[in-house]
């Protein structure tokens, strides 16, 4: 195997200005949004990405029968607007992997007429958030009044900071090729899958793309999850309550 090799279904008709990646990441906010958007928009699979740089493993679905692990590109069409999506399970098992396959999947971008890419992930704050805010960093300064537009937040610009694996490079990669990028990260725990944050990203995502599409799986899912988290708290205070007899 090559270090990357893409296997495309066709490729007649699948140019597009827009590509998002939702890979996962921190409280698996990017992913949850552009998973939630090709179901919503109806995605159709256009191509697989295979590497050295993915674990060594194969995924066993539910027939017992084995598939080697890879990314996979969609294409949806959404009020006559044309979007990409890079998702899928896995990220590079190393840093050179990382600037091996951010470089593959620019090379597809460029490929197929993408101006801009939405890289999608979590910002871990270490406790539980009621209201998440969408932090925002951008390759192009002429790009921050857009975001921010949208509901994006600069709050923490001032204090820098990093993001890594395939989110940062595909900005930083990206700038040097002349592409457009924003990157959205949720606000979350760090500790659970979010949908809650998922569901505020989702929200600028879809301001800055000038699309509307249904929330409500992901309000569900988020329900579910606040119910569950309830419960945790209670059981947490409980076992407190009960230490605090013993002691006394």
């Known amino acids: 195997m090559d270090n990357v090799t893409v296997n495309f279904f066709r490729e007649d ?5 827009v590509l998002i990646e939702g890979l996962p990441g921190i409280g698996h906010v990017g992913k ?6 090709i179901d919503e ?22 027939r017992g029968v084995t598939e080697l692990v890879c990314n996979e590109i969609y294409r949806c069409e959404k009020d006559g607007k044309a979007i990409l999506f890079l998702v899928g399970d896995f990220q590079s098992t190393s840093a050179e992997g990382h600037y091996i396959l951010t470089e593959s999947y620019l090379d597809i971008a460029e490929d197929l007429g993408v101006q801009r890419i939405y890289a999608l992930g979590g910002y871990g704050v270490g406790h539980l958030v009621e209201t998440p805010r969408v932090l ?3 390759n192009m300064e002429q790009l921050r009044p857009e975001v921010e537009a949208a509901g994006g937040s600069f709050e923490n610009a001032g204090t820098g900071g990093v993001i890594v694996g395939a989110s940062g490079l595909l900005l930083g990669l990206g700038e040097v ?3 457009e990028g924003i990157c959205l990260m949720g606000e979350t725990s760090g500790y659970i899958v979010d949908p809650k944050s998922a ?28 119910q569950a988290i309830e419960k945790i708290r ?5 076992k407190s309550r009960e230490e605090l007899n013993y002691i006394g």
């Open 136 to 138: 925002s960093a951008v």
């Open 13 to 17: 008709g699948i140019e597009a200005p």
């Open 41 to 62: 928009l109806g995605g159709e699979l256009v191509a697989e990405i295979y590497s050295l740089h993915f674990p060594p493993q194969v995924v066993v679905d539910e």
């Open 177 to 179: 090729r002349g592409i």
């Open 199 to 226: 569901d505020s990203l989702l929200g600028v995502l879809c301001s800055l793309l000038g699309i509307e599409v249904d929330h409500t799986s992901l309000q569900e899912r988020a329900e579910d999850m606040e």
């Open 234 to 238: 209670e059981a947490e205070e409980a």
């Open 32 to 37: 949850l949004v552009a998973d939630h958007l």
